[in-house]
């Protein structure tokens, strides 16, 4: 019987020293401790299809995540340069809004694991971990309607550091009733 107990004490030991340097692990090493802390303490998303993406003429397909409750899809991560620099962030839609951050002033830990999508800061109703943010919607000449022919939601905005011209088309299905009563941080404003 002591020996059952002895080989349990040292699997609990050695699962614990396995989570601390991990841990330690995630503070050394920046895109490594992303991941790390989104699967952690983030929210989960599931992956629930595709959006199409165009951007200055180059037509991509993005993943689109969803979770109930939440007041946005989340839509990437997309590939954007700025300032000669490259960095990966995500659209946060809802139907009137396309919300995007600076993923250098913070928010930018999240990994995805088996098309889960884990974020930390995913502008609801947390702490503010993200800013700026800005909604690409309110730029002149921006635009949202839906298209009867592709039952889908056709945004048009231009991504205003270079002004580059920019549509998402995003399934009209994906947008679901929990999606207007939760928390929107981003409303505040």
Known sequence: MGNF????????????????MLFALAFLCPPWGNFVFGLIGGSVYSKTGEAAFDAKGYPRSLPVYKAEHKPFLIVGPCLF?????????????????????????GGDMWGRTFGRLHIIDDL????????????ELRHEGSSV???????????????????????LTIP??????DMFVA???????
């Open 5 to 20: 107990f002895k080989k349990i004490f040292t699997a609990a030991a050695m699962l614990v020293c396995i989570a601390l």
């Open 81 to 105: 340069h700025e300032e000669g620099e490259d960095y990966e962030d995500f659209f946060f839609v809802n139907k009137t809004q396309v919300v995007r951050t600076a993923t250098d002033k």
């Open 124 to 135: 609801s109703d947390c702490e503010v971990l993200r800013a700026p943010l800005w909604d």
């Open 145 to 167: 309607r839906y298209d009867d022919a592709t039952d889908s939601y056709i945004y048009s905005f231009t991504i205003d550091s270079h002004a580059i011209p920019a549509t």
């Open 172 to 177: 009209a299905k994906f947008f679901t009733p």
């Open 183 to 189: 928390p929107n941080r981003t409303r505040r404003d």
